[in-house]
């Protein structure tokens, strides 16, 4: 099993900035990739930007160049660094893992962008 513990939501302006970050523990950790989704109000959760264990990143296209994702394998966390926020950011922000070829998900943090 693989526990997902996020942080870093909240409310911002737009145009601000917010940096979320995703630690993962549990047995027998080999997590290959790791990313985050989001879901708005009354939408379907959608891929925001995953990251292989190499180092290769993945982005939505209505993040690219305002958001960065990283890790750090030492330290099974991810992180994802947005910048430029808009309103159409809001939304709730969830953790995903893989792990050997299981899916995680952390419990989700709550990204508000007022405009």
């Known amino acids: 099993q693989v526990q997902l513990v996020e942080s870093g939501g909240g409310l911002v302006q737009a145009g601000g900035s917010l940096r979320l970050s995703c630690a993962a523990s549990g047995s027998m950790l080999s997590i290959n990739v790791m990313g985050w989704y989001r879901q708005a109000p009354g939408k379907q959760r959608e891929m925001v930007a995953t990251i292989m264990r190499g180092g290769v990143t993945n982005y939505a296209h209505f993040v690219e160049g305002r958001f960065t994702i990283s890790r750090d394998n030492a330290k099974n966390t991810v992180l994802l660094q947005m910048d430029s926020l808009k309103a159409d950011d809001t939304g709730v922000y969830y953790c995903?893992?893989?792990?050997?070829?299981?899916?995680?998900w952390g419990q989700g943090t709550q990204v508000t962008v007022s405009s």
């Open positions: 995903w893992v893989v792990n050997l070829l299981t899916n995680y």
